[in-house]
């Protein structure tokens, strides 16, 4: 997986521009880059402490439907006096995530499956309820990991939350687990993976495979009992891509057997699971499982609480120490669930429980502000309820329009914007160039554009309209080569080689795939918190199997066979012992001596 190269400062320009101090609003930042500082006010995840840090952003780690991480190093740390966070320290690297995925159409289709299931943005992301009770759920998780495994280490810590003014997100401080996915091993029996509950470590071909599979089953088998069977679905296998949210520790000493130094690392949903929308095979169980079992039609994070309070003091020594947070994570979770309507689990109550009503509206609006659609001064408005608040929300099933009407309607600088866009060319032309140089920082960081075609469309925003509405919508690869038809040639030419080199060279093939496992295992990407789409995936074990372990199971196989073959020619042509029966022999024989003595027609 090659990483694209791009300018950061182009990118800063370009926000600049993006933001021009002449229009009455500007562009949100959709990430941060390497070597931005976060300056944030936190809120410790036990004990609930609040101070202030400053994070350096180191790296860039990529973004799911969940949102974005961040390798960061902490750098200062102010809480009060005599309080400290357990695990935050200055100096330490953390993985940092922030509730918003960088990529538009991931944002898009993430908040459009969650408005279905929930009719509401998506929590996470603005709800502070939200952002604290998954957060101390990990916590206990961590805490539980005692009891299934033997040690907490099995599950990443969580330290702090906060929100992200800059991306109008919340977000959480975690540990930064040093370690890897898995090994891509050799194995030519890998059919006996089928064994994977019983077959000894010892004699497996995929050891690490196996011993993955039996954790994350482990891990489905602990949430279940703590009440979590949504959140299983974090770590169900067939889901063919939840093996990434587990990383082999390679920071813990004598944790060097396959099934050793194993982590839980991440236990934020991200797509909503609709009845009609399974997103992967295991999908289609949770699915049944849900609506037969549990009676739910739809599936996200939703905690059977008595259940889970069942645990807590089934194992009540195990969570000593706890009693705040616990108490904390009741009470959160009850206000993340009742700031949504929820048709599926409220019903009918939203019509009868006017208090219902009012934590809904208050958490609709929270996610209303957080997506700029509304100012303070209409919030109070709205907190009123009444038809004004009725129309306001019923605006957001319009799509495309419904956004635009609600900034009109609620958001004094946009309604004023839009009035200047109306009257003024002037302000109608910045207003192009603005929204222009925000597009192309996602087409920058993609590689679709380069500084030239940049500047070429910030001074004809024009063209820029019509490129976005016509070669913007081909494939990455597509729109590059219209656009710079030589360097797809020059691509084109190194792919040529490098396939003749592959089919020819035998050393060159063994050493492409020495050098991609290498990459897979121990690389840079390997080391990074995993994310949808990042190496580690069944899937990609899968590909692994069929290019790789399949060939030699194949040519186990065939060997023999071919020995067989090679031995009936070599006796057949170097006039040995023919492979064939007595019976066959004295058959040609008789043959052979009729047709000796049989008269000639033609004499």
Not at 414 to 426: A, G, P, Q
Request: net charge positive; proline share 4%.
């Amino acid at each position: 997986m090659s990483k694209i190269e791009y300018s950061k400062d182009l990118c800063a320009k370009l926000f600049e521009a993006a933001n021009d101090p002449a229009l009455k609003t500007g562009h949100r930042l959709t990430r941060h880059e390497a070597g931005d500082e976060l300056t944030v006010r936190i809120q410790g995840v036990s004990p609930a402490v609040y101070g202030s840090a400053v994070l350096l952003i180191e790296e860039f780690l990529g973004g799911g439907s969940s949102g974005q991480s961040y390798r960061c190093r902490l750098t200062s740390l102010n809480l009060p006096a005599a309080r400290r966070i357990d695990g935050l320290e200055p100096g330490r690297l953390y993985t940092v995530r922030i509730m918003l995925p960088p990529d538009a159409f991931t944002v898009w289709l993430r908040d459009t499956a969650f408005r279905l299931a929930f009719q509401g943005p998506f929590s996470a992301q603005v709800n502070y309820s939200a952002c604290r009770a998954g957060l101390i759920f990990q916590k206990l998780v961590r805490r539980a990991a005692k009891l299934k495994f033997g040690c907490e280490t099995a599950v990443a810590d969580v330290y702090a939350s906060f929100y992200d003014t800059r991306l109008n997100s919340y977000g959480e401080i975690t540990e930064w687990v040093e370690g890897r996915m898995w090994q891509l091993e050799a194995d030519i029996d890998f059919k006996g993976r089928r064994h994977w509950k019983t077959i000894p470590l010892n004699e497996a071909g995929s050891p690490e495979y196996i011993a993955k599979r039996r954790f994350m089953s482990g891990m489905v088998e602990l949430l279940y009992e703590m009440g979590a069977a949504e959140l299983a679905r974090q770590y169900e296998w067939w889901t063919m891509r939840s093996q990434t949210n587990v990383l082999k520790r390679t920071d813990l000493q004598n944790a060097n057997g396959p099934d050793e130094g194993l982590c839980a690392v991440n236990f934020r949903a991200g797509i909503a699971l609709l009845p009609w929308l399974p997103t992967s095979p295991g999908d289609l169980k949770l699915i049944y499982d849900g609506i037969i079992n549990r009676g739910t039609s739809v599936q996200f994070d939703r905690i059977d609480i008595a259940k889970m309070q069942n645990f807590i003091e089934a194992h009540e020594s195990l969570f000593a120490g706890m009693m705040l947070s616990i108490d904390e994570f009741f009470e959160q979770d009850r206000a993340y669930r009742r700031s949504l309507p929820d048709m599926a689990h409220h019903g009918s109550l939203l019509l009868s429980e006017a208090e219902l009503r009012n934590d809904v509206r208050a958490g609709l609006i929270e996610g209303y502000l957080a997506a700029e659609l509304i100012d303070l001064a209409f919030a109070a408005k709205l907190q009123h309820g009444g038809l004004r608040f009725a129309s306001f929300y019923l605006l957001g099933a319009l799509p495309i329009l419904g956004n635009r009407i609600r900034k009109r309607w609620g958001h004094t600088a946009w309604r004023e914007h839009f009035t200047e866009i109306r009257n003024s060319k002037e302000y109608r032309n910045a207003a192009r160039r603005a929204d222009a140089a925000n597009h192309l920082i996602v087409w920058h960081r993609a590689g679709r554009v380069d500084e030239k075609h940049i500047d070429f469309l910030l001074k004809i925003p024009a063209l820029f309209t019509l490129e976005r509405f016509t070669l913007r919508l081909l494939p990455l690869t597509l729109h590059r080569a219209v656009l710079r038809p030589t360097l797809i040639a020059r691509k084109l030419r190194n792919q040529c080689v490098f396939l003749k080199n592959f089919i020819t060279g035998a050393s060159f093939r063994k050493q492409w795939l020495s050098d991609k496992v290498h990459m897979w295992q121990h690389g840079e990407l390997a080391r990074k918190v995993p994310v949808f789409g990042k190496p580690g995936a069944l899937l990609e074990h899968l590909i692994f199997d069929i290019t790789f372990n399949l060939a030699h199971w194949l040519n186990k196989k065939a060997k023999p066979m071919m020995t067989k073959i090679r031995q009936g020619f070599s006796a057949v042509w170097g006039r040995k012992k023919f492979p064939v029966s007595a019976h066959t022999l004295l058959s040609a024989a008789q043959f052979k001596k009729n047709t000796r003595n049989a008269p000639n027609k033609k004499s």
